[in-house]
């Protein structure tokens, strides 16, 4: 007895010491995937090696300055008389391009589109694990109501057997009655613990959505709100959606192609400036224009100007099937969230009608008119009635989130998170005069540092 005491005594100590802790909400979940997720990682890196193809273009209109040094042995043997001859000579060469007809500045204007079609690819990323998280964190809240609803079955079905042995004993039914319910409490068992197995698998899910497995879980948080009709979300879709954004800018680019490949027919005039010193104290300065352009190339000017008129068409023929392809997501993920809400609907009147059904049944049996399976079976289609319940519910709040992801809306800065966001600007505007050794360079170190590079 003294040990049992203490036994209390200590568990009622570790309760009173360990405060509960905070629920964890979904805002908590969607923070955590926006701030551990490596696949936004990547998809940032993507984006700042293509700000550095603006600084690579951006460095064309500059002045190629390089120096070339040079030394040598030479040994000559003329029979009695060898020499040896030791020579050394240093080169400073400058060399610009003054005139190509447009052809670095359409480089620099599509790496600049090719930035900002990074970026929105970057933006549908976001969307999808922001989705990812949503529905981890809704699948283990689903998960394990349905583990709580299967032990509430569990138990109940072994009240039954209970009961229907204690009426075996007194002779009102038979061993079968007793077997059907010793069958039906193993099986719900077994059901038991696969739900206890697709908790585990949930689990799995919200770690790697999140970066962590989930605690307790705060109840889901109201829906956020959606148009009032298909046409209007699909509407706000057109007009949003990083994915249509991005093919857009990728019409651009392909038009920019065609201009490219135009320039490169025309001539290109640069200045050249050099000078040498040898270990002879021999000085040597030249300076110089060329122009030169191609003037027969076996066809392969023509060939890349062919090319770029069809990707020009590409281009603007993936762009309308982009718009068709967002337009029908959005119809899709509308009539998914239509089809949840009608679920939830009808199975709040099977879960009545069950529930009604269960209760007539257990007092029939009670009054020796129905049977044991007949009990079971009652109470099997209420099970099945709110398990349904719970699978509509969770599918209905997940097809919110995706509703708003086919609208392109399913961000950081529209669900009002209240954390700081990843800033495409600042490593772009620390690149975009491509920088070496100076201010801007310094600036960049801490913006690489910042990021965690």
């Not at 979904?26 to 984006?47: E, G, T």
């Not at 603006?54 to 120096?67: E, F, G, Q």
């Not at 007092?363 to 020796?368: L, Q, S, W």
Request: glycine fraction near 6%.
């Amino acid at each position: 007895m003294r040990g049992w005491l203490l036994s209390v005594v200590v568990a009622l100590s570790v309760v009173v010491a360990v405060p509960e802790g905070r629920a964890e909400t979904l805002a908590d979940a969607l923070i955590a995937a926006y701030n551990n997720s490596n696949l936004l990682d990547q998809n940032r890196a993507v984006l700042r090696a293509a700000d550095e193809d603006v600084a690579v273009a951006v460095s064309s209109l500059r002045p190629v300055v390089a120096y070339t040094l040079q030394g040598g042995w030479q040994r000559t043997d003329l029979g009695p008389v060898v020499t040896e001859d030791l020579s050394a000579s240093l080169g400073l060469s400058a060399e610009m391009t003054l005139l190509d007809f447009g052809r670095r500045q359409i480089g620099i204007d599509i790496a600049r589109e090719s930035v900002l079609a990074t970026r929105q690819a970057l933006l549908d990323v976001e969307q999808n694990v922001l989705l990812a998280a949503v529905s981890a964190y809704v699948d283990v809240r689903l998960a394990q109501d349905v583990v709580a609803l299967r032990q509430s079955n569990l138990r109940l079905i072994t009240q039954e057997l209970r009961a229907a042995r204690d009426r075996f004993d007194v002779g009102e039914i038979t061993r079968t009655d007793v077997s059907i319910a010793e069958a039906r409490l193993a099986a719900s068992r077994a059901a038991l613990a696969a739900a206890e197995g697709q908790l585990k698998i949930a689990r799995e899910a919200y770690k790697a959505a999140t970066g962590a497995y989930p605690h307790r879980l705060a109840a889901l948080p109201k829906a956020p709100a959606l148009p009032r009709t298909m046409e209007e979300a699909q509407a706000v879709a057109r007009a949003t959606h990083p994915l249509l954004k991005q093919a857009q800018h990728q019409v651009t680019i392909a038009d920019l192609q065609v201009a490219l490949a135009n320039a490169n027919r025309l001539p290109t005039v640069g200045a050249g400036a050099s000078l040498g010193l040898s270990d002879g104290g021999v000085q040597s300065q030249s300076l110089g224009l060329t122009m030169n352009q191609t003037l027969y190339g076996g066809g392969r000017l023509s060939a890349l100007q062919r090319k770029a008129l069809a990707g020009k068409d590409a281009a603007r023929a993936g762009l309308q099937q982009a718009a068709v392809g967002i337009v029908q997501n959005v119809g899709v993920a509308w009539a998914n969230l239509s089809v949840a809400n009608a679920s939830i609907e009808a199975s709040d009147l099977q879960i009545r009608a069950a529930q009604a059904a269960f209760d007539g049944v257990r007092e029939e049996a009670a009054a020796g008119t129905r049977t044991t399976l007949d009990v079971l079976n009652a109470e099997q289609e209420l099970l099945d009635a709110r398990n349904a319940r719970l699978e509509a519910e969770a599918q209905r709040y997940v097809a919110v989130y995706q509703v708003l992801a086919t609208m392109g809306l399913l961000t950081v800065d529209h669900l009002k998170l209240g954390i700081p966001t990843y800033d495409p600007e600042a490593y772009y505007g620390a690149v975009r005069n491509a920088p070496a050794h100076s201010v801007q360079g310094k600036k960049l170190d801490r913006i690489l540092e910042k990021i965690g590079n």
